[in-house]
């Protein structure tokens, strides 16, 4: 009997698409005076008292598990930051957990509340990993999208129109990635609504939150009656500059995030020890600091933003995240061949806008976590590859 090579590798991961934003890294990697405007991350240091309360932890032999959930003195001061911060009241020893970057805290909740084929309305141009979560996950995800001529904000007849007897979730990130689009109390107020009548979850991903420029941000589990509808997931690596850090944290009602608990300690155990006596240092006396950076990114987005309208690649202003989304439909290139051209021609690196989702074709993300001068010499570089079309 003829033998055939064994498949290891299961049919669902080998049918993951690789990350779009990863591919474009890796090409500038190689090139030397590349000007990267696509990494989501700060381009601050996390402050000193924060990594010195991460070294004295060390020092004071802090290195043993904690527990699953998380150092309580953390989730005390999470549920204290939440409630003075955005008005909203969890329980530290029930209904908060500390994990591995928010990404594992999207990871761990979709794995408890779906079952096989239960679907999750994803608002897109999204993160890059909320599909294939929730397909790792054993669910469906729905993606509905959020249209330029709305300021990429999501009208809650789009989203009623795709809601099912097999609707489990609504999956929404304000501040947006990639877009930066925020949505207010009234918007927020409607998917509410939506919620409510069809008996759904909101998974809303706030780590974004404290980068809100124009207004006071609104977390939709203030919105009434969304406490108990909503998993609550945010984090320290955009807002606290505390990226390498990995740690995250969501809030639930007590009957989901014990079983996120349950999830949690079989896969992951708990978050870094000593990047949880960080984080309390962190929201204890670190506000100051996230207000700095804020003012820094303010300007930022307001230089980047009117640059891109003058140069001919029209973009709405984002209301928060430090993210630029403008539009390169003018050039006549696809997102892909614009950035792929830019970074060749000259060295710029952005990321194409349809590895968002397809609604994100069409145009490009630029980070502006980078110097003033940084985004100048971008800038300059962009127009002239414009202008060489």
């Known amino acids: 009997m003829e033998s055939t090579k064994r498949t290891y590798v299961s049919k669902l991961v080998h049918d993951l698409k690789p990350s779009g934003i990863r591919r474009f890294f890796d090409l500038a990697a190689g090139m030397e005076g590349v000007i990267s405007l696509g990494v989501g991350e700060p381009d601050f240091v996390t402050p000193w008292h924060i990594r010195e309360a991460a070294i004295s932890s060390l020092e004071q032999g802090y290195t043993s598990y904690t527990p699953n959930a998380g150092l309580l003195g953390l989730r005390e001061e999470i549920a204290y930051y939440m409630k003075t911060q955005f008005d909203v009241t969890y329980s530290p020893s029930e209904e908060i957990i500390v994990t591995v970057g928010a990404s594992s805290a999207i990871d761990i909740a979709l794995r408890t509340i779906l079952d096989p084929g239960d679907e999750v309305i994803i608002v897109e141009p999204c993160f890059v990993s909320y599909v294939p979560m929730v397909e790792l996950a054993g669910g469906v995800a729905v993606q509905v999208q959020a ?187 696809t997102s892909q061949e614009f950035a792929e051209k830019l970074l060749l021609q000259e060295g710029v690196a952005v990321v194409p806008g349809d590895v968002f989702g397809e609604s994100g074709e069409g145009h490009i993300r630029c980070s502006y976590a980078s110097s003033l001068e940084q985004l100048q010499e971008a800038i300059k570089r962009i127009k002239r590859f414009i202008d060489s079309l």
């Open 147 to 333: 249209l330029k001529e709305n300021d990429f904000k999501i009208l809650p007849d789009q989203i009623e129109a795709v809601i099912t007897e097999k609707t489990k979730a609504i999956m929404i990130c304000s501040p947006n990635n990639p877009t930066g689009t925020m949505l207010n109390k009234k918007e927020l107020q409607g998917l509410a609504d939506l919620a409510s009548k069809y008996d759904l979850l909101v998974i809303a991903d706030e780590i974004y939150a404290e980068l809100a420029y124009d207004e006071e941000y609104t977390s939709m589990a203030a919105i009434g009656g969304m406490l108990e509808r909503t998993i609550l997931v945010s984090g320290f690596s955009k807002g606290f500059a505390m990226t390498g850090w990995r740690l995250g944290f969501v809030c639930a009602p007590v009957e989901i995030s014990s079983a996120m608990l349950k999830v949690h300690q079989y896969g992951l155990m708990c978050a870094s020890t000593m990047s949880q006596y960080a984080a309390i240092e962190a929201l204890k006396n670190g506000r100051f600091d996230v207000e700095e950076m804020v003012k820094s990114y303010r300007r930022r987005r307001n230089y980047i933003v009117q640059s891109f309208n003058e140069i001919g690649l029209e973009c709405h202003e984002p209301g928060g995240a430090f993210y630029a989304f403008p539009s390169i439909q003018s050039t006549g290139l």
